[in-house]
Nanobody
Framework: QVQLVESGGGLVQPGESLRLSCTAS????????MGWFRQAPGKEREFVGA????????LYADSVKGRFTISRDNAKNTVYLQMNSLKPEDTAVYYC????????????????????WGQGTQVTVSS
């Protein structure tokens, strides 16, 4: 079992930045790819980005490419989502998820392929 706890959400103005963190406990964090997803009210959960087990490879949704960056610190069992130039349409509950594979693929974009989920953290972008 893996427990995931997100933190760092909040209310910011358009153009500002936030960094989300997700800390894992349980089985070996460094054996897993990590993903970030988000869900806005009335919408389906959507892929934001993912990072391979060693942090070498990343994958992003087109809507966040160039603005968001995923990184991980395996010594701290933590994955980060740095969000810059935030827009109102980025408003959502953000979830981190863990998948028991080493490397990224197109399956990394599908929430159904992830084994463990955090409880989510709210990000609101509004003036």
């Amino acid at each position: 079992q893996v427990q995931l706890v997100e933190s760092g959400g909040g209310l910011v103005q358009p153009g500002e930045s936030l960094r989300l963190s997700c800390t894992a406990s349980g089985r070996s964090f460094s054996d897993m790819t990590m993903g970030w997803f988000r869900q806005a009210p009335g919408k389906e959960r959507e892929f934001v980005g993912a990072i391979s087990h060693g942090g070498v490879s990343t994958l992003y949704a087109d809507s966040v490419k160039g603005r968001f960056t995923i990184s991980r610190d395996n010594a701290k069992n933590t994955v980060y989502l740095q969000m810059n130039s935030l827009k109102p349409e980025d408003t959502a509950v953000y979830y981190c998820a863990a998948r028991s594979v080493y490397y990224l693929s197109e399956y990394s974009k599908s929430p159904d392929k992830y084994d463990y989920w955090g409880q989510g953290t709210q990000v609101t972008v509004s003036s």
